[in-house]
């Protein structure tokens, strides 16, 4: 099984997302049957080319649009004509949900109901062959995960059905709200319009996360190149990975850990209660952080005042953000931005003499697996028996050979 890395330095688009998952080995007979199936035979025409941008090799892809009366379709008539193919429920929920998201990206945008957005510029012939083919091609590759790069900004401004508008374009500012994805600074790109809708929505869709994964194992390679001539290659890779195998009976050196962004949120406050601020804590475990711990601290005016740092995905650190200033007596915040390397684990539990606890593996460098039992079973079996808590987690580790799992492994 393996990985996709979307590595999108100078632009993410739909027909270069298609041109490099072509490039990669995706048979184009892969992606026009669902088409031909939606009823558009001879309604487009998908021209491949290998092409060089600035002096690198990829492949070029266009697609003709051979209707006489080009339509501007409604997001009904979209999902109306997407529902009726005998596609696969993966490939048919895939395509739904991107169009859906535009749809009510353009919806919010224009203040119209989503119902009645035309799609202009997404809508005709040739986005339809975009977001149905790469949705084809995703289902041919089956891979175990998806990343993407960062996609950049662009700036600038860009004709379109409505005018003039800014880069980037409302939409793709929409989606990136709605769907929390980060958007690289462009500054030092040349003014172009480098991530579109379509392209943004596909990969809000079908990416895991927008990151680099932690290491390379790469198998092949894929590069769309994009229409606009810009001062610096304009390419799209897509790179195919040998995926970490999370198997308990399996290791790869490769896969000792994985590194993870993290937010720290942090303040200094000196005039909570001990009981406010085990209350104050427990709040901000309960709301989503990861983690919380806090220390004491000579403040000014020799107040004593206490140091409390929570550990936070970066999608939970707006609830969180609010949690600090609404349930404690903070008039500010700090944030950062962190690296954290992390484990593979796994939950579950083993039998001993007198009953069920709880445990937790994790795996090691170099393969090993280490056991650690849950210490609220230990002292909930410790007050039953009379056993002491080392006597139970002596019984436990040792039946760890006979540990029963829970869940599979996960970082």
Known sequence: MTDLFVDCPSGLAGDMLLAAFIDLGVPESVIEKPLLELGLQGAFKIDVKEQRSCGFRGLNVSVLGLEEEPKSRKWSDIRQLILQPSWSESLARNVHTVF?????????????????????????????VDIVGVCAAIEHLGP????????????????????????????????????KIP?????????????????????????????????????????????????????????????????????????????????????????????????FVDVLRKTGAID??????????????????????????????????????????????ENRCILLRQSGFVKISCGKIKVKRVRRPGGGITCKPEHDDLLRLSLSTGKTLDELRLEALKASEQFQPEEEWQW
């Open 100 to 128: 859906q998201n535009l749809a009510e990206a353009e919806a919010s945008v224009h203040g119209e109901d989503i119902n009645d957005v035309h799609f202009h510029e997404v809508g005709s012939i040739d986005a339809l």
């Open 144 to 179: 175990k995960q998806i990343f993407c790069g960062i996609p950049p900004a662009g700036r600038g401004s860009v004709s379109t059905s409505h005018g003039i508008l800014p880069i980037p374009a409302p939409a793709v500012i929409e989606l990136a709200r709605r769907n």
């Open 183 to 279: 958007l690289a600074n462009s500054e030092g790109l040349p003014e172009a319009e480098l991530t579109t809708p379509t392209g943004l929505a596909l990969m809000s869709v079908l990416a895991n996360s927008f990151c680099q994964p932690s290491h390379f194992a790469i198998k092949k390679i894929g590069v769309g190149l994009g229409e606009r001539e810009l001062d610096r290659p304009n390419f799209l890779r897509i790179c195919e990975l040998d995926s970490c195998n999370d198997s308990k009976d399996s290791y790869s050196p490769t896969d000792i850990f994985r590194w993870q962004k993290v937010v720290i949120q942090e303040a200094w406050i000196d005039d909570l209660s001990p009981e406010d601020l085990s209350s």
């Open 292 to 337: 919380v711990a806090y220390k004491h601290l000579n403040m000014k005016k020799g107040r004593q005042g206490v140091s409390i740092t929570a550990l936070v995905m970066p999608e939970d650190a707006p609830k969180l953000r609010l949690t600090w200033l609404t349930k404690s007596s903070t008039i500010g915040l700090r944030e950062r931005i």
